[in-house]
């Protein structure tokens, strides 16, 4: 089963909506939905999520006004798009306004999670492709394939837990405050609260420290925020 990746759903069809929902859920996605492109720009604005299926004929906003805009928000969300059949123009401009990938309507629920699936895994890889392998403690780091061991079994990171252990190893050693992380992982307004970013640092502990309650490596900074240590 999957991890819990977020993705952002905007279609308007609610059997299509239902019928994507659940097999996303499923596969251990989280799942959020906007029927109309205005409320489904805002919702990526305000916590961007880990990719987003987007339908190009939304009403409102369609979808092409909504990728042209994160796209000059610069918010680096892969994006899939739905297309008609038969709509070769639409797709198209889709890709060339920053569209990661399509699916034509009608699909294959296998097509749609193989494609959500790709997607995902070269968004969390091809960010970190130059990087050497990193090490500390009993943990080895691939940043190129995106996989992690402790000794020499497999961890299992979600999406986000992967770029926040990224983003602390850059620091090599270096506290990073909590408004950096989460501007760094999330993209969060520097409003947004910590929680999340607390929540994942624990996880992040169970996985990874010996003991996650008297952690060695993956240290809080008082008032400030966290740090790597190898």
Not at 25 to 36: R, T
Not at 90 to 96: D, I, P, S, W, Y
Not at 125 to 152: C, H, I, K, M, Y
Request: charge should be positive; include cysteine.
């Amino acid at each position: 089963m999957r991890t819990n990746a977020r993705i952002l759903v905007i279609e308007d069809n609610p059997n299509l909506v239902y019928g994507l929902r659940i097999n996303l859920e499923v596969e251990g996605y989280e799942v959020d939905v906007a029927a109309d492109g205005a409320r489904g720009l805002a919702k990526a604005r305000q916590c961007p999520p880990d990719l987003l299926v987007l339908d190009l004929l939304v009403p409102g906003l369609d979808g092409l006004a909504v990728l042209k805009a994160l796209r000059s928000d610069d918010l680096p969300i892969p994006v899939l798009i739905l297309t008609a059949l038969g709509d070769e123009s639409q797709k198209v401009q889709g890709l060339k306004l920053g569209a990661d990938d399509y699916v034509t309507k009608p699909f294959s629920v296998n097509e749609l999670l193989a494609r959500i699936e790709a997607l995902l895994r070269r968004t969390r890889t091809t960010a970190f492709q130059n990087l050497p392998e990193q090490r500390f403690g009993r943990v080895r780091v691939d940043p190129r394939s995106g996989d992690v061991w402790r000794d020499d079994d497999p961890v299992a990171l979600t999406p986000k837990e992967f770029e926040l252990l990224m983003a602390l190893l850059r620091r090599n050693g270096a506290a990073g405050t909590r408004r950096e992380l989460l501007r760094e992982v999330w993209k969060y307004p520097i409003s947004n609260s910590s929680r999340t970013l607390d929540t994942h640092i624990a996880e992040l502990r169970r996985k990874l420290e010996d003991d996650p309650t008297s952690p060695r490596h993956i240290l809080t900074v008082r008032k400030r925020g966290y740090r790597l240590v190898p």
